[in-house]
Structures are given as C-alpha cells and as structure tokens.
C-alpha cells in the first residue's frame, strides 16, 4: 500500500437499509489526478465523505498505509471541496479571505495587495452564500494559498457553475500541484473531456459498483457509456429479483 495515497477496501455504506456502496474497492497513486466518474446518485460524495471522515462506514480506508479508523488524524492531510459546501451566513467575501489569511504570516499590507489582486475583490462586501456557484469554488480555490498544502486533495464537482477562463486557471493550480508540489487529487466530474486532458487514472463507479479502475482510457466517454449500458441490461435481466444485491 506504501505507493497509493488511498487505498479503499471493501468499502460499504447503508442509508435508511439502502445499499449506497456495495464492497468497493480501488486506490488512488501517490501524485497522481484520479478521475471518479459516475451518474447523479451512484455514490461518489459519499466515498469522498467517508474518506474525510464525514461519513461512518464499513470496510477499510488507508490513507498513505495507516487505517483510518485507527487514526483520523490522517483527515488532517486531507484537502477538500464539495459542491454543497456552506459558509458562515453573515460572513462576507472579505471576511472569509482575511479570516483564512490568518493562517499564514503574511503582514496586514501583503495581505491588502493579495485581496486587491484577487478576481473577487470585487466582491468584497458581498455575503460568500450569496455568490453564484462558479464564484464560492473561486472563494474555495483562493482559500488553498492560505493553508499548509494537503498531501490529498478531494473535489467533488469543482467546475461546476464556473466559466472558461476560470475553470483553466484553476485546472492549471491542479496541475502545478500534482507535478510541482507532490499532491494527489481526488476529483469528480461530468465532463469526459477534463479527465481525457489532465486525469492519469479513472475509476467508474454505476449504483454502488466499481465497473472499471485504472489507467484512463483512450476515450473514457466511450468506455464509460459502453460499461454503464453493459451493467444495466444486466439488470434488466434479473428483473425483480435484484433486490439481492
């Protein structure tokens, strides 16, 4: 396990006795761009909850060789942005920049010329739950220069609701921290083309299965809609009888 950063064993999740995560397992290489693909409700938030310790499950997860559930510390090397984050209510643009700024020694006037340069000084007054969804992943990404880099980072749906110009700059953050910085990405998305760009691994997942993992695909799309159509006329077959699973 020394060579993965995530190693996912069996991993099991039950909500209300419905069957979410049926034994997965997978892993993710160390300084690598893991691509998780799957439709709406297959399971992918929840395998990122439960890796940052969000979510009780059953099965293993270790993150760089040590059991989770013996150390949740190792959710301290654990970087994450999910698509329904919330922020403080009253708590403005500028608020929150300078409250993350706090983290790192920077004096007050290095502080002021970062905010003035940032794409959402213009937005300085407003409330950060007010911003549109492309604007609060901006706020999210803007919030990563003032932290201590995380070993593992976690994106569900990170270009969701953003424009061309700032879903590239922040692809390119992505890039510059897996090959310049050592960091490994997690991430989610609907969008085939992203993952045939930059990913180095996929995994497919379809109503709590892992259909494929591995080296991406020389056209994930296809793959993805040739391996979900197979399961579910799979399905099809078993009629009533797959209450089993």
Not at 18 to 40: D, E, R
Not at 197 to 212: H, Q, S, W
Request: proline share 1%; with cysteine; charged share 25%.
């Amino acid at each position: 396990m020394n060579k993965s950063s995530i190693e996912i064993l069996n991993l099991r999740k039950n909500f209300s006795g419905y069957s979410v995560l049926k034994n997965i397992t997978f892993s993710v290489k160390k300084n690598t761009i893991h691509g998780l693909l799957g439709k709406n409700g297959s399971g992918k938030s929840t395998i990122f909850k439960s890796i940052c310790g969000l979510n009780t499950f059953e099965g293993k997860i270790f993150i760089n060789g040590e059991d989770l559930k013996d150390n949740f510390n190792l959710k301290d090397n654990i970087g994450f942005i999910f698509t329904d984050f919330v922020f403080p209510s009253q708590m403005t643009v500028e608020d929150y920049f300078y409250s993350c700024s706090f983290l790192r020694d920077f004096s007050k006037e290095n502080k002021k010329e970062l905010f003035k340069k940032n794409s959402l000084f213009r937005f300085r007054n407003e409330k950060c739950n007010n911003l549109s969804t492309g604007w609060k992943k901006v706020l999210q990404f803007s919030s990563f220069n003032f932290i201590e880099k995380p070993q593992i980072l976690i994106l569900d749906e990170p270009f969701e609701g953003l424009d061309f110009y700032s879903k590239k700059v922040i692809v390119s953050r992505l890039i510059d921290l897996k090959e310049n910085e050592g960091v490994t990405i997690l991430i989610s998305t609907h969008n085939f083309i992203d993952l045939q760009n930059f990913a180095d691994e996929i995994t497919i997942i379809d109503k709590g299965f892992i259909l494929y993992s591995g080296k991406k695909t020389k056209n994930i799309e296809e793959t993805f809609i040739n391996l979900v159509s197979s399961k579910e006329d799979f399905f099809d077959k078993l009629g009533d009888y797959d209450f089993i699973f």
